[in-house]
């Protein structure tokens, strides 16, 4: 089991950058893969970005479009979320997610522990 908290969040203006970051702890964190959802008031969870142990692998959800980057430092027991062009439809609580299993999923069930969340708001 993995324990992690995120940082990073704040208010950014539209077209902005913000770099989020997930901090865990636990002895199997190297061999985790990795992901961020957000949740914005109303709506249900959506699955943002995910990344496989070693960080050679990466995947994103659809309106990504090629804006954010995830990467991972294990030396550091820390993985990110780079979020460039930043726009208000962006606003909601990122979460990080820890999958043991090797699922590479999208969806929540596909992941095992989870973080408390960051806001992230993007001002027009």
């Known amino acids: 089991q993995v324990q992690l908290v995120e940082s990073g969040g704040g208010l950014v203006q539209a077209g902005g950058s913000l770099r989020l970051s997930c901090a865990a702890s636990?002895?199997?964190?190297?061999?985790?893969?990795m992901g961020w959802f957000r949740q914005a008031p109303g709506k249900e969870r959506e699955f943002v970005a995910g990344i496989s142990w070693s960080g050679g692998n990466s995947y994103y959800g659809d309106f990504v479009k090629g804006r954010f980057t995830i990467s991972r430092d294990n030396a550091k027991n820390t993985f990110y979320l780079q979020m460039n062009s930043l726009n208000p439809e962006d606003t909601a609580v990122y979460v990080c997610a820890a999958d043991p299993w090797g699922n590479y999923g999208k969806r929540p069930a596909d992941f095992g522990s989870w973080g408390q969340g960051t806001q992230v708001t993007v001002s027009s």
């Open positions: 636990g002895r199997t964190f190297s061999v985790y893969a």
